[in-house]
Structures are given as C-alpha cells and as structure tokens.
C-alpha cells in the first residue's frame, strides 16, 4: 500500500473536478461573451444567498417551507433576475392551478353565484353558477354569493375563499399530518373549485389569465393536463370534452395573435385515476375522440391524481397498450415515497413508451429504470415545490433532481400546481432548483438547458421545436442584452 | 411507432423487475430451507406494517421522527426479531455514545463528583470528580452531587441528567430549529459529559457496559472511533492517548474471555477536525505512536465533528498523505445536504486512500464518487438514525441508503451515537434501515448481507476475518434454529 505525493493528489483532485463538471446538466453549453457576463453576475448572486445559507441554514430559502419563504423569495435579486429570464416552456401543469386564485376571487364577484355551506368547516363550502336558486342539498338551502359578501364584506369574504383554494398555512409541518391529509385537501380543492371554474365565462377568463400569467413570468410555450370537465353556463348547456377542447383551442390562437412572442399551447388529456372500468373506457373513447379531431392540440394521455391512493398502472396496462399507436403517453409515475410499491408504476409506464415522466420522484431507487431513462431519452418533469408542498421531501437539497442534474439526466423543472401553493407560474421553481438542487457551481448553462430541454421535450413537431426556439433565441438574447446593460 | 403486445409487456415487465431484484444489495445470497422459512416469517411481519403504513402513513414509523415511535418500535414484532438476529458488527460509533445513558445516571452516585451550574440553563452543568471541591469556575462554586441529589431527589435528579445527555425530546421538530442548532447541543453534550465520563473507574465501567450492551445486542464485533480524551483519577494522575488505548485493549480481553462469543473490538483513533494546525500535527505524533504500539488494536485513522463548521479536508490532504502508508484511513465524508461545497470532501477521501466513508451521504450526487466507491470497494458507513436526528433527511424513505441497498453498492447499517438518541447500540438502524430505506421485497438476504458485509468491510485481517465469521455463522445458525423452532 502507498499514498499519492501531494503533487498527484492535486493533479488527480483536479480532474475529478472536471470530470464531474463534465457530466453535469448543461455542461455541454458554450456561453457567449455576454452571457459570462450575465452568469458571473447570476453566480454572484447565488453565492450570496449560498454563503448566507452555509453560515445561517435556518435563513436558506431552500432548506424550509416554501410557504415561510415566499416573502424572503419576493425580496431576492437572484429571484428577480430568473423572473425576467425566458426560460422556455411549461411542460407539467394542471387546468386549474396554472394562473392565480385572483381570477377565480374576481369571478366569486360575478353575478348568479350561489354557495352551499359555510367557510372555516371540516369540508369547503359548494359552489354554483344559476338563474335560480338550485335545489338545496342534503337539506341545506343555498345562498347568494351576494348576500354573503355583504355579510363577511368583500375582504373577509375574499380572504376565506384563498383559504379555501390554496394550501397555503402559516405552519405548514403543524397544518398538514401527513401525505394522505394534504392530498385530501388538495384533491378536495380541485373538486370545490370546479363549479366555479367550469361556468363558461368564468372558465374562459381563467385559461386567458393562465396564459397571461404564463407569459408575463417569461414563459413562451405550455403543455398542460387537463380532465376536461363539463364546462356549463346559465342555460343548462353542459359542453363535451370535445367542445372544451375547442373553447381551449379558440383561446389559445386568439392568445398568439395578441401576443407574438409567445409560441403555443398544447393540451394533454389527463382524467383522474380514481375510476371504474367502465369510466376508464369512456376516457379512452375520448381520448380517441381528441387524437382524431386535434392530432396536434392535443398531444397525448395521462392519468391524475394522488398515486399512492389511486389505481396503479397494473390495472390499466392492457387497454393502454390497445389505445392508437400514435396518441403520445406523458404519464405520471413515481410521485411517492414508497420503493417497490406504486413506485411499480415507473417501470409500467417506460415499458409503455412514455414520453416523458410525471416527477419520477421515485426513479433514483430504480437502476434499471436510470438507466431505461438515459437509454430512451426519456424526459423526467421535476415539480420540485409540489414535491415538498405535498409532502415527499422537506429539504429542498435533499430533492432527487439533485441526483438528475449532477449527472445529466434528460429533465425539465416544472410547476405542476403552482396557483394551489402562491407561486408564479414557473420562476419560484426554477428559483428552487437553481438553489437547492443544483450543486453550488451550476451556473447560466443550467437555466439555459433547462429553457432548451423544455422546447426540445416538448411534444411539438419538429417544424414546430425549430420555429419554438427562434423565438425563445430572440427573447433570450435579448434578456441577455439588458441584463449586460443593467449590471454594466 | 408502435406499442407492444400485451404479452410482450409482461415478458418486459417480469424481465425488468428480475433484473432490478438481482442487482439488490443481498441478490447474491442462497438462503437454506431453514432460512427460507425464517424469511416468510420476517416478510409477513415486515408487510404488516407496510401495509398499515401505506393505509396510514402517519403511522408509519420510517416516515415519522425516531423520538415520536419509540415506543411504537418496541412492540413491533419485526423489531423484536431483528434484536434477536446476529448482526455481525459496528462499525460506524463513537466511543462515549455507544453504551445507553443510564451508565452515566448510575456514574453519578459515585462519591467525590461535583457540578457547577444548574440544570434548565441555555448550556448545562459541568462536572468534575476531585476529593475536594474545585475552585470556582467564572466565579461560580462548585456543588457536591450527593447534596444536590438530596435536593432534587434522585428521580429528579436523574430525569435531569437524562434531558442533558441525551437529545430525546418529546416534540422533535420543534426543540431543534436547524442543522447547526442540533449539532450545537450534540457537540456540547460530549464536551460536558467528557469529565464525568473520563474519570478512570467510570470510564472503564462505560467501556465494559458498553461491550456488554453492544453484546446483549446480538452484535458480535465493534469498531469504534476514539477521541482519545484525557482519562483522570482522583490522584490527578492525567492517562496518555497510549495508556487509555491501553485500559480499551485490557477491557477488551477480559470481555473476550467472559464472553467467548464475542468476536473482537477495533479502536480508529479519530480526533476532532476543529483543530489548528499545531494541534492537528500533534494528532499525526499519536497516530503515529498508537500504530508502532498497537498495530492491529488500533485500526487507523479519521477526523470527527460537524462537517459542514469544521475545516475542510483541504486543510489536512498535505500532511495526511505524508502519513505512514500503513496507517489505514476511515473518514468521514459526505455528512451534509450541500453539493459543490463542504461535500467534496468525499473526494479527498477517496483520494486519500481511505477503506470506508463515514455516512457518504452526499455521494448520491456526485456520479464520480459512486463509481469510484464501486471501483475501490470503499464501504459507506450507513447511519439512518444519526442522519434523521441530527438534521439531515427527515422521511427514512427518502435516505440515500435505499439508492445504495437499490444497486448494491458496498455499505453496512450502523448506528453512530445511539446512546444521545435513546437507540439500542445496533437493532433500531437495522429496522428502520429494513423497513424504511430497503424495497418492499427485499428480505432476509439483505439482513444477512449486512450482517457478512460488516465483518468483510472491517478493518480485520484475513485470518481474523475467517474466524470471526465462524463465530458469527454459529450464531446466526442458532437464531435461524430458535426461530423456526419459535414459529412452527
């Protein structure tokens, strides 16, 4: 046995350093003049907030709750400037969680809306839209919305109903005991706000302001989930799936026209995994339905909603493997704690061809499942705030895109429900994972792979990717330029 | 494109799941018909409680704070039979942590022992042993035990002693606010029960009920690191590094001769990395020393304290590598949720040459390191307890040990200071480490892999090695015979 000289040491710790860099995500991107000088910038930034942290860890952002954080985000010059930066696409986002609580605050002061139940019990009060007053239910009589307001005033009123749609708590590890108990509240959420959102008007204005919200926090493309529920409106009309697909369509090419920058929409139908046989294959129908008449729009199928509880893959592999070849799988898998459970669910969904992978939380406990997801190229969409919001990890270092970054795993950063815990549509995780998962070095080429990798994961054709990242090219030069200009 | 047959995707499916199973830490192990039985007995208790904890996952323990199921862990059957089960060694405890408080409860009736201070103060008491009373300390008069006791009455007094030198606390979450804070109280509770501990007869009566704990057990090897602190007498005779190695190895044979299953114990010297230079050099003179005298007692060498306050081993490769090459290097490395900072440590080490890392808990994010700890076979050292407590990860799930037990990477259970946390010297990391960080259906192989790893991964040499695991093959035999005996 003998020991290195100090001299081979040096030598042989240099090149274990490189080889590291080397194989980290975006390593592979050249930065231009301008950029260096945006990333020495940003580093400085980072290692502020570092240092900051290493000193004092209860002050580091990404080692607590995000809801004790979010003023302390607000404030950060590291935050600010990954705001302003283009940072692509939205791959993983819900219907109804995308664009703020505000839109559907705004809409509680449209007329014709009735509540059933009260505010501060156990279940959050029910919602409708109606000429007349509906039928009360199990034997409570309904109330005007308006009558309510002037009761609680506009600001009481407001402020119970963003309790009641979002999970934001003060004390969020005395709030919430445990996974279950906060997936029943939040899948709880999406059902209360459905009524609301789903009254036509309403639901146009939330998808206009989502993308508009999309877009002001330097997003360019979105490819979201939605269940597609029936959207109603005063006259009783209830609109198909295929109608609420178009209204979404409509939007969307109405949205581009005022907004030139931004590239597009996509749609992945995605209903909700607590279903019998028999629904499952009405959703399958449907899903035929939508590949047929918005082969683009639409790009493919997944299923939502809290893994651990639901239906695993097993019991739906067959059907899905019938389904047409050319509908694209974006399935949800692994967004649980679990090793040789649910987690199963990993491996169901590569064997059928997914294109990509909902959080993949569980994929680092799965070798072969690593390495299926280099070989096929394989995109995992990281939610790292969802994941410590619905409790699978506390710390944010701790969070496994850690593991995916630091060895250059196709992936993305996602928001996944971003209105449900106040954050901006994309910035507050991108923040996040800049911060807590990457390692202190990672620097601009990250967020640059990371805006990259949403294009080129995206489920647009290839004509469409080339045109995508024109645009995005231009916004981030220009980004560049003036943030050159702001620090000269 | 195209999707498989349903037939293909379970020939896939059955494939991908065989070949995850095989590269499990513990595929290689062949259990005996008996084995095979006791494992159907230990998988039926260890699926209860998974799926009581999929059904309620608050009351899983692996999810939950190790102080807050205590109790909850000593009536659980699987518990109960992982005590029972020969464990083969530690190798990852520090000598004044192993052995449970109540040595030091039972410490101080012993006459001649004094405290200055007062419990329930921001720092606690310190003590000192002395025919006669110390002179005062920043002003303040040392008080006799004996009359303090009769003030507080024993009960009371003893609670007292328990809350100080131990970090138990009933709302876990709460008494610690972070990282630095736990470890703050940690390194002060081995500072302040130093002069109690280190008086000679307390010392060699912690020693030996220590062994006689590890023992009880069913752990039938210790290798354990020492500080090497100054041992005192009433005669104010001060012991040297090499006199107290001396009292460890006399202990040792005298235990090896009352227990004659007792396999052996190994001492790393491991003194404290917040260290000037100077003191540092002194630290490299005992080593040294320690390696001409005890050359097969004393196994080698390591460094101790929180890593991320304590200086980097940046600070030290120059001089450790001038070491004599016979020294053998059992590090730290890794105890730490940064990346790109104080965890490069981990490439030092292995640079350094060293035969195991203590935790390696941050390796997972360094792809380098891993496959370097495959390549040179370096054993990482698992604490899960010690991890959980002192801050690091909060969900047992989500421990960087299910990523190694995942791909068989070479690691042992061990269990670090499991007296400041109440633990049995080795059963509580084995349980938690089987039923929180393992899968689902790893099973009796694991345990018994551990088992073997923990004598091959030990510093022993060849000859030892074969005998100590004759030793421990009689033993584990034995409890494979009880225990089918116990089921029939």
């Not at 030598?11 to 945006?38: C, H, M, N, W, Y």
């Not at 407001?158 to 005991?177: G, I």
């Not at 990250?446 to 995206?458: C, D, P, Q, T, Y």
Request: proline fraction near 5%; aromatic fraction near 12%.
């Amino acid at each position: 046995m003998s020991r290195l000289t100090y001299e081979q040491f040096q030598a042989q710790r240099a090149e274990f350093l490189r080889d590291e860099e080397s194989r980290a995500l975006g390593a592979d991107i050249v930065l231009t003049e301008d950029e260096q000088k945006v990333n020495e910038w940003l580093m400085k930034l980072k290692k502020t907030e570092l240092d900051a942290g290493f000193k004092t860890p209860r002050e580091f952002a990404p080692a607590r709750h995000f809801f004790t954080v979010l003023e302390q985000i607000k404030a950060s010059p590291l935050f600010q400037l990954i705001q302003r930066m283009p940072k692509g696409g939205i791959l993983h986002a819900h219907d109804t969680a995308i664009g703020s609580m505000e839109t559907i605050v705004k809409a509680t002061y449209r007329e014709h809306l009735w509540q059933n139940g009260e505010f501060d019990r156990p279940t959050p009060p029910n919602y409708k839209f109606s000429r007349t007053k509906p039928d009360p239910l199990d034997g409570v009589e309904w109330r005007s919305v308006a009558d309510i307001r002037k009761e609680l005033g506009n600001e009481g009123f407001d402020q119970n109903l963003r309790d009641v749609f979002t999970l934001f708590d003060e004390e969020p590890s005395q709030a919430y005991s445990c996974i279950n108990h906060i997936w029943g509240k939040f899948q709880y959420m999406f059902i209360s706000l459905e009524p609301i959102v789903t009254y036509k008007p309403v639901w146009e204005d939330y998808f206009r302001n989502s993308l508009e919200e999309v877009h002001q926090d330097n997003v360019c493309y979105l490819e979201f989930r939605g269940v597609l529920p029936a959207v109603y409106d005063l006259d009783n009309r209830v609109y198909t799936p295929e109608e609420v697909v178009q209204i979404y369509y409509d939007i969307v090419q109405n949205f581009k026209q005022t907004h030139p920058t931004f590239i597009g929409v996509k749609l992945i139908y995605a209903p909700i995994k607590f279903a019998d046989d028999a629904l499952f294959d009405t959703f399958l129908d449907t899903a035929e339905s939508l590949h047929q008449k918005f082969p683009t729009f639409v790009a493919g199928f997944d299923l939502v909603g809290q893994e651990d509880t639901g239906r695993p893959m097993t019991d739906f592999n067959e059907r899905l493997l019938r389904m047409s070849p050319t509908i694209q799988f974006f399935f949800h898998a692994g967004e649980t704690n679990w090793c040789g459970l649910i987690d199963e669910n990993l491996i169901d969904v590569i064997l059928l061809g997914t294109k990509r992978i909902g959080h993949g939380f569980a994929a680092v406990k799965h070798p072969r499942v690593l390495e299926e997801i280099k070989k096929r190229n394989i995109c995992i969409e990281l939610n790292p705030i969802s994941n410590q919001v619905l409790k699978l990890v506390d710390d944010y270092r701790n969070h496994v895109g850690a593991i995916y970054f630091s060895d250059n795993y196709p992936v993305v950063v996602s928001s996944d429900d971003p209105a449900f815990w106040c954050a901006s549509p994309l910035s507050h995780d991108f923040y996040m994972a800049f911060l807590g998962l990457a390692a202190a070095r990672q620097d601009l080429r990250l967020l640059k792979k990371l805006a990259l990798n949403s294009l080129e994961f995206s489920a647009m054709s290839k004509a469409e990717k080339a045109e995508a990242k024109l645009k995005w090219t231009v916004a981030w030069n220009s980004f560049i330029d003036q943030t050159v200009k702001s620090i000269a």
